[in-house]
C-alpha cells in the first residue's frame, strides 16, 4: 500500500508563515499529482493546492499570491509554504496524492492523516 506522512503545522499568528511537507511511501510505482486539501470545522473538505509530476499547479483563488506548493519527485514530497496567514486558513491540512501502485494498475487516491493549522493572535 502507499502511506502519505505529514510534518509542519502548528499555531502562528496572522501574517505569519508555515510550512508543510508530506512524504509519499510504499507501492509508489507512480505518483501523478501531489497536493494539499484543507478542512474546517463545520465545513467540506477543499483543495488548497496541487502538482503534477510535470510541475503544472493549481490553487485555490483564497491562497493564490500568499501559499506556494512544491514537489521532489525523486523524493516523493510534496511540500506548501503558507505565507501571509490569515484566520480563515485555519484548519486541518490533508496531503494527498493519486498514485499507481503497479505497471498497468488503476491510479487511487491515498490521504495523510492531516496536520493541524491555527491561525490566531
Known amino acids: 500500500q502507499v502511506q502519505l506522512v505529514e510534518s509542519g503545522g502548528g499555531l502562528v499568528q496572522p501574517g505569519g508563515s508555515l510550512r508543510l511537507s508530506c512524504a509519499a511511501s510504499?507501492?509508489?510505482?507512480?505518483?501523478?499529482?501531489m497536493g494539499w486539501y484543507r478542512q474546517a470545522p463545520g465545513r467540506q473538505r477543499e483543495l488548497v493546492a496541487v502538482?503534477?509530476?510535470?510541475?503544472?499547479?493549481q490553487y485555490a483563488d483564497s491562497v493564490k499570491g500568499r501559499f506556494i506548493i512544491g514537489r521532489d519527485n525523486a523524493k516523493n514530497t510534496v511540500s506548501l509554504q503558507m505565507s501571509s496567514l490569515k484566520p480563515e486558513d485555519t484548519a486541518v491540512y490533508y496531503c494527498?496524492?493519486?498514485?499507481?501502485?503497479?505497471?498497468?494498475?488503476?491510479?487511487?487516491?491515498?490521504w495523510g492523516q492531516g496536520t493541524q493549522v491555527t491561525v490566531s493572535s
Open positions: 494527498n496524492a493519486i498514485v499507481r501502485t503497479g505497471w498497468g494498475k488503476t491510479p487511487n487516491d491515498y
Open positions: 510504499g507501492s509508489t510505482f507512480s505518483i501523478n499529482r
Open positions: 502538482i503534477t509530476s510535470g510541475d503544472i499547479t
